[in-house]
């Protein structure tokens, strides 16, 4: 399980991680109409840390961190793990499903923008032209138009979810500078288990015990966030990205917000509406420009000596 993966079957891994992750907004839209969003990622990175513990188990993948590896096990669990899922459930009650994941993928522009600033990259003329496209794709979503800027929570909302992707960008910027000791799969199910217990501490002193009204639909989708969304799609992602090129599963990733808003208008029904559609266009076309562009220039440099 630790060698790399064929040419198929990292596809076909690629694929489950998009469509998982894509399909999961819509899911986490549900959950917390009937959960409090801390209680909601709590409680599924429960059964995710259930799930990746047997995963890993059987594929001799559980290590104990050295103590090098400990600030990125924090990263991780801290700003993606924690913040990101939490403002994404908190902003995704006042937000559709659709909008909130394009405002969620933005992550990669906050990082070719913040990056330079820091000292941890280049701005090349790719990544200026591509974070120009997101940031226009980002007004057309935000548009009063297209969010209603009279109500508070809509808009609160909106500000959560953007804030979720610039916590992500930190946790990928802080993550690249990061040496790694153990491999990333090793380090997962300490990442998903700080995440846990922040989570759950976090709820409750927030919200106390949760009071659930169990049925089969939130246990179903409970059961779908946590061993889908996040623990196959985490696990199947590091095995991935042995196999494939960072280049390709960058641009791959794009898919991920169209699948998002195909499936909640299957899902839920929501509508997609032509902000939505070109936002959502502007913002995959950035990426990929951002992205693809800055590698040919590297690619050409590295030719040149």
């Known amino acids: 399980m630790n060698s790399p993966l064929s040419p198929r079957t990292a596809v076909s891994l690629f694929l489950i991680v998009v469509l998982a992750w894509g399909v999961n907004w819509s899911v986490t839209k549900q959950l917390v109409q009937f959960v409090p969003p801390l209680w909601t990622a709590a409680i599924r990175s429960w059964i995710a840390l259930t799930g990746l513990f047997v995963i890993l188990g059987l594929s ?15 990263s991780v669990a801290l700003l993606h793990m924690t913040l990101f899922s939490t403002l994404v459930a908190a902003g995704l009650r006042f937000l559709p499903a659709s909008k909130g994941i394009v405002l969620g ?79 990333p799969l090793q380090l997962l199910i300490w990442q998903v288990l700080v995440a ?33 969304g996040t623990a196959l799609a985490y696990w199947a992602m590091s095995m991935v990205n042995k196999s494939i090129s960072a280049l390709t599963t960058s641009l791959g990733t794009t898919a991920t917000p169209l699948v998002g808003i195909a499936s909640a208008a299957i899902l839920l029904g929501e509508p997609i509406d032509i902000s939505l559609a070109i ?7 950035g990426i990929g420009l951002a992205t693809l562009g800055d590698r040919l220039l590297r690619d050409q440099a590295i030719a040149r000596g």
């Open 60 to 74: 001799n993948n559980l290590v104990i961190p050295e103590r090098r590896d400990i600030p990125v096990v924090l």
């Open 196 to 228: 846990t217990i922040v989570l759950s501490i976090a709820a409750t002193i927030t919200d106390g015990l949760p009071h659930v009204e169990w049925s089969w639909k939130p246990v179903q989708l409970f059961l779908y966030s946590g061993l889908i």
């Open 105 to 183: 993928y933005t992550t990669p522009l906050w990082v070719a923008l913040a990056a330079p600033l820091l000292g941890k990259d280049t701005l090349t003329t790719p990544k200026v032209a591509g974070a120009l496209l997101g940031l226009a794709g980002l007004a057309v979503i935000l548009n009063p138009a297209s969010i209603d800027w009279t109500n508070v929570n809509v808009l609160l909302g909106a500000g959560m979810v953007i804030l979720a992707a610039i916590c992500w960008a930190a946790n990928i910027i802080y993550i690249r500078a990061h040496r790694w000791i153990a491999s």
């Open 279 to 285: 936002a959502a266009a502007l913002i995959v076309a």
